[in-house]
T-cell receptor, first 114, second 112 residues
Framework: DAMVIQNPRYQVTQFGKPVTLSCSQT?????MYWYQQKSSQAPKLLFHYYDKDFNNEADTPDNFQSRRPNTSFCFLDIRSPGLGDAAMYLCATKAGVSSYNEQFFGPGTRLTVL | GQQLNQSPQSMFIQEGEDVSMNCTSSSIFNTWLWYKQDPGEGPVLLIA?????ELTSNGRLTAQFGITRKDSFLNISASIPSDVGIYFCAGQLASGTYKYIFGTGTRLKVLA
């Protein structure tokens, strides 16, 4: 089935040690998003891509970077994770700009920072 | 960031009861999406709404796009234990961005 895949599902890193989370999609969607979610709060948008056009949220820390080498893959890089970066990271996709295109989420990656 | 007002924040109900939750805003939305999230998983899309006044069902779930385009409602009929989870609404602003504004979530617990 076409879907949004996130690897790994669980990631443990050390304070200050760079970590990369990955997302892939078989939906061929133009838009990909990265969200951070803490403690059953609502997902918080970090950035999104329309094709290769990158859009950073104003309050996303510089510590967070993203890459989208092709339509199918998108990566979240955390350059120097702090304890406060421990969270669920959700990748999502959307076909395009139309309001009739829905947003679909992956299963998430739970990041633990020691 | 901006969030939608979602209520109730949490609810305990008996199995078999009906459940209602809603999201309200001062902004106008083009699209409303309702998601359910289980612990440790990503949100799963339940229902999508595209037009003011639209009423859409998915099994025991029914959702409505408010006529003012500023609110939406989700009803679950005859709740069962597997309905437990957190329900989020998400609205896409009428300004036509790719971004969604999320509700604060409703945590549902069903007592067997």
């Amino acid at each position: 089935d076409a879907m949004v895949i996130q690897n790994p599902r669980y990631q443990v890193t050390q304070f200050g040690k760079p970590v990369t989370l990955s997302c892939s999609q078989t939906l061929n969607h133009n838009v990909m998003y990265w969200y951070q979610q803490k403690s059953s709060q609502a997902p918080k948008l970090l950035f999104h891509y329309y094709d290769k056009d990158f859009n950073n949220e104003a309050d996303t820390p510089d510590n967070f970077q993203s890459r989208r080498p092709n339509t199918s893959f998108c990566f979240l890089d955390i350059r120097s994770p702090g304890l406060g970066d421990a969270a669920m990271y959700l990748c999502a996709t959307k076909a395009g700009v139309s309001s009739y295109n829905e947003q679909f989420f992956g299963p998430g990656t739970r990041l633990t920072v020691l | 960031g901006q969030q939608l007002n979602q209520s109730p924040q949490s609810m305990f109900i008996q199995e078999g009861e009906d459940v209602s939750m809603n999201c309200t805003s001062s902004s106008i939305f083009n699209t409303w999406l309702w998601y359910k999230q289980d612990p440790g998983e990503g949100p799963v899309l339940l229902i999508a709404l595209y037009k003011a006044g639209e009423l859409t069902s998915n099994g025991r779930l029914t959702a409505q796009f408010g006529i003012t385009r500023k609110d939406s409602f989700l009803n679950i009929s005859a709740s069962i234990p597997s309905d437990v989870g957190i329900y989020f609404c998400a609205g896409q602003l009428a300004s036509g961005t790719y971004k969604y504004i999320f509700g604060t979530g409703t945590r549902l617990k069903v007592l067997a």
